[in-house]
């Protein structure tokens, strides 16, 4: 496989989102769904769009470490780059702020969903799932602001390396 310049500076750009996990941050301010929604909307290869930010999330997270509910937070990863996938023909300022929303979501959702179905904490009623939802909440705010900068980043930051250079304009189908 042929890696072009576009490719390579995508690529470079998600792992570097995957790396400022490990730099000291406020809680739930993350860069995981920027980088999973920027790399299913411009990787031109859709099952490696899939896989480089499972991959960067992986390697960040030999450093981090892991837990028994990383399979739903790698889901919720796959959820949001199908989003960005969405988003390949229509590539502005309110499309990807809206994608940034509903991939923070879909993140909320999954990742929340799967504490309460994991047992232990919150009954496993209705009122169980509604109790798990309303107590992560203020750690949505932490999260759907750090969506909000590094889409913003990572989206905004890659507009201006492509007017630099053209050349770095990928051929998404």
């Known amino acids: ?3 072009s310049s576009a490719v390579i ?3 470079g750009l998600v792992l570097a989102a995957a790396f400022l996990r490990l730099i ?3 809680p739930n301010f993350a860069p995981i769904v920027a980088m999973a929604l920027f790399a299913g ?3 031109p290869n859709r099952r490696w769009a899939v896989l480089l930010p499972l991959i960067a999330m992986l390697l960040s997270d030999l450093f981090l470490g892991f837990h028994s509910q990383m399979w739903m937070v790698y889901l919720s990863l796959v959820a949001v780059v199908a989003i ?3 988003l390949r023909s229509r590539i502005g300022i309110t499309t990807v702020a809206v994608s940034t929303v509903g991939g923070s979501l879909a993140f909320f959702f999954i990742s929340n969903f799967a504490v309460w179905a994991a047992g232990g904490i919150y009954p496993l009623t209705g009122e169980g ?4 939802f309303v107590a992560a909440i203020p ?3 932490n999260s759907l602001a750090g969506d909000l900068f590094y889409a913003s980043v990572l989206f905004g930051g890659y507009a201006l390396l492509t007017r630099m250079a053209p050349t770095l304009r990928p051929q998404v189908a």
Do not use: T
């Open 41 to 43: 909307a411009y990787v």
């Open 139 to 141: 750690f949505y705010q």
């Open 129 to 132: 799932l509604v109790a798990c």
């Open 1 to 3: 496989m042929k890696l």
């Open 24 to 26: 000291p941050h406020p």
């Open 84 to 86: 960005g996938f969405m």
């Open 9 to 11: 500076a995508i690529a």
